[in-house]
């Protein structure tokens, strides 16, 4: 009896099923179809150079939530790994959540210092946004958390109904506090809400303990050791890609005036579409990944859809441009209409490389893993550090050479091990 029920156990852990599957993306597509509806609602609600505030904030917060979205990925693999040992594995995620929160902790503080510091060349209404960038921040951590753990113990489902949830409130308390006049502020208080909101229905209804998701005990972080090539290399290149995505945002802040800023913002909105369709298959892609051999087809499959959903996209774009930002942005965003297709080759590009990204360290190829993040680094470095005039046109460029270096790198690593096998 103990026997069956230990087998069937890792088996759920491991994997999905076809009604699972499909089930989990549906969810993970209407939160990210709630994620994306946030931005061009807010881009008609506020001007072009409050947007441009609103969608600098999401990035810089983006960049505090990829430190878990890291995390997600650490501990979906661990769970494969460990699949056999339940108390050995919860000890571990634990451990690592600790580990997380504190490095989020610090980060987030950090990154509030700097903006009240240099806040004035950026050109913001309100420092007040920063503060709530702090408190949307924190709660990330929980919500972050709370899904890689649903995910991690094979309960799909339940993590793409929280994700929807979250999803939903926040973009519905964003509206309502930008029509009670907060604007800026208003915008990422909603993330904040939303996301809290998630976690407090999942805790009531029994799917999450509070306890676990806020852990500050490190006394057993030693247990961790073992496990430091698969933390160390997966969080820092994981991190490191993922960033590469919204560089070009916060560039634009920095080196356009507000209104530019903002009307960037609106294009960028509609490019970073890429980045909400291959995101679901993500999450699905590393337990299959994880498995080595067994999943490759699977592996495969969710690999060749995201590829076709990026050029979908890029065909959209090309053919109806000045319609789809009428559409969905407004058209005080058609002035910058000609970098609306660079950009989304760009995104969609570093999109499926930091897929691949994920694939290398859920197989366990941490060299790999290394020097394919390195290669799609140093072109968005290079441009940062050492050309004059910086502008947005350059830093798509670096992005798009970033993602096609990515790409071709693991494509390389693709057919060395078909020949090898």
């Known amino acids: 009896m103990n026997n069956k029920t230990q087998s069937s156990k890792p088996e759920s852990a491991q994997s999905l099923t076809i009604k699972d599957s499909i089930i989990f993306y549906g969810l993970s597509m209407a939160a990210s179809l709630f994620n994306f509806l946030y931005y061009p609602v807010m881009a ?18 983006f960049q505090v939530s990829t430190i878990f979205m890291a995390l997600n990925v650490i501990t979906i693999i661990l769970s494969v790994k460990y699949c056999h040992s339940s108390d050995l594995l919860k000890n571990k995620i634990t ?19 700097i903006l009240f510091l240099g806040g004035n060349s950026l050109h913001f209404n309100s420092p007040i946004s920063f503060i709530m960038l702090g408190v949307a921040a924190v709660s990330t951590v929980p919500f972050t958390i709370g899904i890689g753990k ?4 094979g309960k799909y489902i339940e993590a793409g109904v929280m ?3 979250g999803s939903f409130i926040k973009f519905a308390a964003s509206i309502l506090f ?24 999942a805790i009531i209804l029994g ?5 676990e998701l806020f852990s500050l005990n490190i006394s057993n972080i030693n247990m961790l050791k073992i496990d430091k090539k698969l933390i160390l290399s997966t969080g820092i290149c994981v991190l490191i890609v993922n960033l590469l995505s919204v560089v070009d945002t916060i560039v634009a802040k920095t080196v356009l005036s507000p209104r530019d800023a903002g009307i960037y913002a609106g294009i960028a909105t509609l490019a970073k579409i890429a980045l909400y369709v291959v995101s679901p298959l993500m999450w699905m892609i590393i337990p299959a990944a994880a498995t080595l051999d067994k999943q490759h087809s699977q592996v495969k499959k969710i690999f060749i859809v995201a590829l076709a959903l990026c050029l979908m996209l890029t065909i959209g774009y090309i053919t109806f441009t000045d319609l789809t930002i009428n559409f969905i942005i407004g058209e005080k965003f058609i002035e910058m209409e000609n970098l609306l297709v660079y950009a989304t080759i760009a995104m969609s590009l570093l999109a499926l490389s930091s897929m691949s990204n994920i694939i290398l360290a859920a197989r366990g190829k941490y060299k790999n893993l290394i020097i394919q993040t390195v290669i799609m ?5 290079i441009t940062l550090l050492f ?12 992005q798009l050479i970033s993602g096609a270096l990515g790409m071709i790198y693991y494509y390389i690593v693709y057919l060395f091990k078909r020949k090898q096998s």
Do not use: C, H, W
Request: proline residues 3%; without cysteine.
């Open 387 to 398: 050309i004059d005039n910086l502008n947005v046109y350059l830093i798509l460029t670096a």
């Open 95 to 113: 451990m690592l959540s600790t580990l997380f929160n504190i490095i989020t902790f610090i980060s987030t503080i950090s990154l509030i210092v």
């Open 44 to 61: 008609r609600m506020v001007p072009a150079n409050i947007y441009g505030e609103i969608q600098f904030l999401v990035a810089l917060l």
């Open 377 to 381: 680094t140093t072109p968005v470095i």
């Open 178 to 201: 930008v029509i009670l006049g907060l604007k800026t502020p208003g915008a990422i208080l909603g993330i904040a809400v939303g996301q809290l909101s998630a976690v407090a229905i």
């Open 207 to 211: 799917k999450l303990v509070f306890s």
């Open 150 to 153: 649903l995910q991690g113990q």
């Open 163 to 165: 994700n929807m949830v």
